[in-house]
């Protein structure tokens, strides 16, 4: 069993040097090989729940990989993945890895405008899908899969470790979606950083309520349990809050990873019928009074992490320390002040030339991380305090954070108490130009139990009393619904446009 809960050991870790490493082929079939425990349980594509053996897996992504070496796939080759989350989604992820062919995964069921936008950026050689009316030209992966246990004798490739591999798109929270390139070392090795801080082991059943075609999705549903030797449990489309404590309970899941809009969402209506070893959250800061919910309710501490498509895990609660941010294994972390900026922005080092491999272009070339002379990169987060006492406090991305009336101002935090308001289910604070006082953050809400006995003015004058006398929300708007991108973060540059045209 692995012993996660020897945080002092965390600065002695630097992750393995690789020079020629594919994940696939040199972890993935050599964990395999002879593993007949369950990979992934989850629904397929003939329509049926199936839950596959590391051994099956193996064997069908290496066929998968062998059609698409007689198609002509090269290393490198870039090939969108336009699926439902499903177990046969993992063979075909294994099966263009292994022959160093780079996997992008697009979230299914985008509009055909946003795909093509999508298809546009990427100038994939090829398409996979599992639907009609999608690309014109995709493959159908019902033609790729074929699920037996008959091992391929594939041919050997020379494949670098610094080559791409991954292909995200950004949330697009604050403009239009990029799609950041990862190689076997930013990715495959650096998430040996998220596996530390989720945790998980042999035999243990983790489900990531997140999509494909999002860094998360990698992260908790591929590489990190599947580098663990856990089972991967995959979320059908159709599980929602209501239905998540039967499916935890029918599919024995031990260990879950979700938003914390997900998380809220569920706990509004959870029965404590379930026991989780393992609950996790990243993507936004994690309320105190979520956290008390999910204790009362399952019998978990819930940990916050921190990350960014442009890299892993980084920043976690570990077990060993609730409470407090720890830098996880392999990196480095900073705190620095930029002339001009209105607080520090947080840096990270990791592995030797940076994080990931950069920003595709148009022109098929790479717009590469801006790296400071020490080596270290920059995540765009404002942070203040320090990692050393634990009293680090992250504030937001830089597109988010103010300065109003001479005083910093973090959405994220301002939310945070309104959220502890019993009349508000969830809020978002943005900045809004006044011609008088300059930028001023207002707020826009979600009532908790519907917006007609919210009283605006109560609920303004109760989070105005808690903040410093520099600062106080000026207005607050009920609305139904935050507007928010597929993969749950709020969308703030909806909301601005909304608080200037007010």
Not at 382 to 404: E, I, K, Q
Not at 471 to 491: A, F
Request: glycine share 8%; charged share 20%.
């Amino acid at each position: 069993m692995a012993n996660y809960d020897h945080p002092e050991r965390l600065t002695d870790f630097c992750f393995p040097e690789v020079v020629n490493f594919n994940w696939a082929r040199d972890w993935f079939d050599f964990y395999a090989a002879s593993c007949s425990d369950i990979a992934a349980a989850g629904p397929s594509l003939s329509g049926t729940w199936r839950e596959v053996s590391y051994r099956l897996l193996k064997s069908t992504s290496q066929e998968v990989s062998a059609v698409l070496l007689r198609d002509g796939v090269s290393p490198g080759d870039r090939i969108m993945i336009d699926m439902t989350a499903s177990v046969d989604l993992y063979a075909v992820l294994l099966g263009i890895l292994r022959i160093g062919g780079v996997v992008i995964p697009v979230h299914h069921g985008l509009h055909p405008d946003a795909l093509a936008e999508r298809h546009a950026v990427a100038r994939p050689s090829r398409v996979i899908s599992d639907r009609g009316g999608g690309l014109t030209g995709a493959l159908g992966a019902d033609t790729l899969v074929r699920w037996h246990e008959t091992s391929r004798q594939l041919p050997d490739l020379d494949l670098s470790a610094d080559a791409p591999a991954f292909g995200c798109f950004t949330s697009g929270t604050t403009g239009a979606p990029k799609l950041a390139l990862h190689s076997n070392r930013s990715h495959s090795v650096a998430h040996l950083a998220s596996l530390y801080w989720n945790r998980l082991d042999v035999g243990q059943r983790h489900l990531n309520i997140s999509s494909p075609g999002w860094a998360k999705f990698f992260w908790s549903s591929f590489l990190v349990p599947l580098t663990a030797g856990a089972t991967v449990v995959v979320r059908p489309e159709w599980l929602g809050p209501a239905e998540f404590e039967d499916f935890v309970a029918e599919h024995d899941v031990s260990s879950v990873c979700a938003p914390v809009v997900f998380l809220r969402e569920t706990l509004s209506r959870a029965s404590g019928s379930i026991r989780l070893d393992d609950l996790t959250s990243v993507g936004e800061i994690v309320p105190e009074r979520l956290r008390q919910d999910a204790h009362r309710a399952w019998g978990v501490r819930l940990r916050e992490g921190f990350g960014q498509t442009e890299a892993t895990a980084m920043l976690g609660e570990l077990a060993a320390r609730p409470g407090r941010w720890s830098v996880l294994p392999g990196y480095r972390i900073e705190l620095a002040m930029a002339e001009g900026e209105p607080a520090p922005r947080l840096n990270f080092g990791a592995l030797a030339g940076g994080s990931f491999l950069g920003y595709l272009r148009e022109d098929g070339t790479l717009t590469p991380p801006v790296l400071t002379p020490a080596g270290m990169q920059w995540t765009g987060d404002y942070a203040t305090g320090a990692l050393t006492d634990g009293t680090l406090r992250l504030l937001g991305r830089g597109d988010d954070v103010f300065r109003s009336n001479g005083h910093l101002v973090a959405p994220a935090e301002l939310e945070v108490l309104f959220e502890r308001h019993p009349a508000v289910r969830s809020a978002a604070v943005v900045p809004a130009e006044t011609t008088d006082r300059g930028l001023v953050p207002v707020a826009f809400v979600v009532a908790d139990h519907g917006s007609e006995a919210f009283d605006d003015a109560e609920v303004l004058r109760w989070v105005n009393e808690r903040l410093p006398g520099e600062v106080d929300v000026v207005s607050l708007t009920v609305i139904e619904q935050l507007p928010r991108s597929i993969n749950g973060k709020i969308q703030r540059s909806r909301l601005s446009q909304a608080a200037y045209q007010k």
